[in-house]
């Protein structure tokens, strides 16, 4: 995905897939394993874009936590 035409801060959230790795090469994941409702575990994933990475590195934004 081009990250030039997206300017703004962007979050994506899903499932850990090798689909979304590749269409978002360059953005950063961040995984959390959690149970799913048969209780099977799996990874739960957001995927930030550069802005958006960025940002909360440097402190811009002020959340406490993505998970």
């Known amino acids: ?29 961040i995984e959390k394993r959690v149970l799913d409702n048969s209780g099977e575990q799996r990874a739960e994933c957001l995927w930030l874009n550069p802005v958006c990475a960025e940002a909360a590195d440097s402190g811009e934004v002020r959340q406490l936590s993505l998970f």
Do not use: I, P
């Not at 995905?1 to 994941?29: I, K, P």
């Open 1 to 29: 995905m081009s990250d030039d035409t997206l300017t703004g801060h962007v979050v994506l959230s899903g499932y850990a897939s090798r689909l979304y790795d590749e269409a978002l090469e360059g953005w950063t994941r």
